[in-house]
C-alpha cells in the first residue's frame, strides 16, 4: 500500500491563480480531511469529507473547494490564491469501521508546500 | 468546545535523560487523545492514542502517556531521550461525539543535545 499520497510538493503561485491539490488513498477509508500547518499554530482543519460525495467544512474553509467523487480521491482546490494561503498543507485519511471511529489512527500525507506571492 | 493546550513550546535535553512534553486539554465529552511526532520535512507519525481502555498508554519508540482526568491532563513521557527523537510533538484530541475531526496543539519542539 502507498498509504496516503500528495502531488505536488512544493508549488509556487502568484496572487489570484487557481490551483488543486491532489489526495488519493489506498486504504479504502471512508473518511478523508485536509489541514493546514503553520507555524505556532498546529494543524488546523480545513474541509473533510466523511464517504463519497458528503463534505463539510472545518475550522478554517474559507477561500478552498474540495469534492469527493470517489472514495480514493480528495483534491483540495483555491479558486483564487492569496499570501495568506501560504502553508504547508496535509492530507489525512481513517477508517471510520469500529464501535468509535474517532478512535482509529488517522493517516498523514507527507505534505504540500504551497508559497503564494 | 475542545481544545489542547501544550505548555511548552520548546524543550531541551540531554541525551540519555528523561523526557517530558507536557499537554492539558479541554472536553465536553469523553475525549480520544493522541501524541503525534513530525520530524523535519516529513508527515506526522501516530505515537499512541487513549481510547478510554487504560489510563497510562504504551506507544512506539519507548514513548508512553498517561490520562489524568483529574488534571485534564495527558503528558508524554520517555524514560531516556535518543537523538533520534529530535522532532515536533503534537498533543491532539478528538471528541467521541463529534466524529474523526482531530484538534491539534500548537506543538512541542524537542531539542536533544549529545
Known amino acids: 500500500n502507498a498509504g496516503v499520497t500528495q502531488t505536488p510538493k512544493f508549488q509556487v503561485l502568484k496572487t489570484g491563480q487557481s490551483m488543486t491539490l491532489q489526495c488519493a488513498q489506498d486504504?479504502?477509508?471512508?473518511?478523508m480531511s485536509w489541514y493546514r500547518q503553520d507555524p505556532g499554530m498546529g494543524l488546523r482543519l480545513i474541509h473533510y469529507?466523511?464517504?463519497?460525495?458528503?463534505?463539510d467544512q472545518g475550522e478554517v474553509p474559507n477561500g478552498y473547494n474540495v469534492s469527493r467523487s470517489t472514495t480514493e480521491d480528495f483534491p483540495l482546490r483555491l479558486l483564487s490564491a492569496a499570501p495568506s494561503q501560504t502553508s504547508v498543507y496535509f492530507c489525512?485519511?481513517?477508517?471510520?469501521?469500529?464501535?468509535?471511529?474517532?478512535?482509529?489512527?488517522?493517516?498523514f500525507g507527507p505534505g504540500t508546500r504551497l508559497t503564494v506571492l | 468546545a475542545q481544545s489542547v493546550t501544550q505548555l511548552d513550546s520548546h524543550v531541551s535535553v540531554s541525551e540519555g535523560t528523561p523526557v517530558l512534553l507536557r499537554c492539558n486539554y479541554s472536553s465536553s465529552y469523553s475525549p480520544s487523545l493522541f501524541w503525534y511526532v513530525q520530524h523535519p520535512n516529513k508527515g506526522l507519525q501516530l505515537l499512541l492514542k487513549y481510547t478510554s481502555a487504560a489510563t497510562l498508554v504504551k506507544g512506539i519508540n519507548g514513548f508512553e502517556a498517561e490520562f489524568k482526568k483529574s488534571e485534564t491532563s495527558f503528558h508524554l513521557t520517555k524514560p531516556s531521550a535518543h537523538m533520534s527523537d529530535a522532532a515536533e510533538y503534537f498533543c491532539v484530541v478528538s471528541d467521541q461525539g463529534k466524529g474523526d475531526k482531530l484538534i491539534f496543539g500548537t506543538g512541542t519542539r524537542l531539542q536533544v543535545f549529545p
Open positions: 469529507s466523511v464517504g463519497a460525495g458528503i463534505t
Open positions: 486504504m479504502n477509508h471512508e473518511y
Open positions: 489525512a485519511s481513517n477508517s471510520r469501521a469500529g464501535a468509535i471511529s474517532s478512535y482509529n489512527e488517522q493517516f
